[in-house]
């Protein structure tokens, strides 16, 4: 079983930048590939970003230039930095890890979630 925890989140004027973190419990977390989604009141859960166990990005077609998925092994954490902060980026932010399919982009596919934290981006 693997515990993750994000931080991070919080109010930010539009235009700002906010940094979540998303660590784990689990020492070889660095073998893991990690996924941030969202989820905006009375919307379904929606894939943001991943980075798998290699280094490999992808992102949402939205958030592509804005956001930046990264790692640190040796903190066993998972970040998204969000530049140019929107206002319809508002949401809970999830991680999530344990993926057992090909299907990066489906929540579905992720044996292990985070509580979230909401991000507010205001106009």
């Known amino acids: 079983q693997v515990t993750l925890v994000e931080s991070g989140g919080g109010l930010v004027q539009a235009g700002g930048s906010l940094r979540l973190s998303c660590a784990a419990s689990e020492r070889t977390f660095s073998n893991y590939d990690v996924a941030w989604f969202r989820q905006a009141p009375g919307k379904q859960r929606e894939f943001v970003g991943d980075?798998?166990?290699?280094?490999?990005?992808n992102y949402l077609n939205s958030v592509k230039g804005r956001f930046t998925v990264s790692r640190d092994n040796s903190l066993n954490t998972v970040y998204l930095q969000m530049n140019s902060l929107k206002p319809e980026d508002t949401a809970v932010y999830y991680c999530?890890?344990?993926?057992?399919?090909?299907?990066?982009?489906?929540?579905?596919?992720?044996?292990?979630w985070g509580q979230g934290t909401q991000v507010t981006v205001s106009s």
């Open positions: 999530a890890a344990g993926r057992y399919s090909n299907e990066f982009s489906d929540s579905a596919s992720y044996r292990y």
């Open positions: 980075i798998e166990w290699g280094g490999i990005t």
